[in-house]
């Protein structure tokens, strides 16, 4: 299983910008798909999932802003960002996993991660 996460790059605060995550060897359609960032010195914060049943949930932080969806290729899934802030720079980690309801906004209960992808927020 592997999953890669894209789209990353220098911005500007206000601008929008789109992540993608591609999986290779599961089915994002069986999988909670999560968004997942951090910074250096700081822990891995929620972001964004969606559940197999597309069911969404978002972090406070980036309510009203962000959305995830699924793409369209089937393993693909996409974090759509608009309103960036300089507090939004970070790296970018997509994951998946199978997961519970309650168990989505925690890092330590998905299985397969991407290798993170940077964006960058200039004021």
């Known amino acids: 299983v592997q999953l890669q996460a894209f789209g990353g790059g220098l911005v500007q605060a206000g601008d929008s910008l789109r992540l993608s995550c591609a999986a290779s060897?599961?089915?994002?359609?069986?999988?909670?798909v999560g968004w997942f960032r951090q910074t250096p010195g700081k822990e891995r914060e929620f972001v964004a999932a969606l559940k197999w049943d597309n069911t969404r949930y978002n972090a406070d932080s980036v309510k009203g802003r962000f959305a995830i969806s699924r793409g369209n290729a089937e393993n693909l899934v996409n974090l759509q960002m608009h309103s960036l802030k300089p507090e939004d720079t970070a790296v970018y980690y997509c994951?998946?996993?199978?997961?519970?309801?309650?168990?989505?906004?925690?890092?330590?209960?998905?299985?397969?991660w991407g290798q993170g992808t940077l964006v960058t927020v200039s004021s």
């Open positions: 994951a998946a996993g199978r997961l519970i309801a309650s168990t989505i906004r925690n890092d330590q209960h998905y299985n397969y």
């Open positions: 060897g599961l089915s994002f359609r069986s999988y909670t």
